[in-house]
């Protein structure tokens, strides 16, 4: 069984920065790819970026690329996304998520992942 317990959201002003946490614990090794997705109201959940373990490569959505930072801590089992130059467009509820090895969807498909954590809410002010 895998665990996942985001941190970090809050309230920002537009062009500010927050860094979410992501604490991983169980039986990970059974994960190819963990990820950060999001979802505001009414919006279907969509990719933010994503880390693969083994290697540390990293994939970003457009729409935040050059932006945000994806990035893991192996000895403090955490992921983290580093959200730089914030705009209200990124008003959502983020959530952090881990795949398995029998995974066949695609990486950037919130139906690949298995494993999610319970939501940090971040909202970013004009």
């Known amino acids: 069984q895998v665990q996942l317990v985001e941190s970090g959201g809050g309230l920002v002003q537009a062009g500010g920065s927050l860094r979410l946490s992501c604490v991983v614990s169980?039986?990970?090794?059974?994960?190819?790819?963990m990820g950060w997705f999001r979802q505001a109201p009414g919006k279907e959940r969509e990719f933010v970026a994503h880390?693969?373990?083994?290697?540390?490569?990293?994939m970003y959505a457009d729409s935040v690329r050059g932006r945000f930072s994806i990035s893991k801590d192996n000895a403090k089992n955490t992921m983290y996304l580093q959200m730089n130059s914030l705009k209200p467009d990124d008003t959502a509820v983020y959530y952090c998520?881990?795949?398995?090895?029998?995974?066949?969807?695609?990486?950037?498909?919130?139906?690949?992942?298995?494993?999610w954590g319970q939501g940090t809410q971040v909202t970013v002010s004009s």
């Open positions: 998520a881990a795949d398995s090895i029998i995974s066949s969807a695609n990486t950037k498909d919130p139906a690949r992942y298995d494993y």
């Open positions: 169980g039986r990970t090794s059974s994960s190819l790819f």
């Open positions: 880390i693969r373990r083994s290697t540390g490569s990293t």
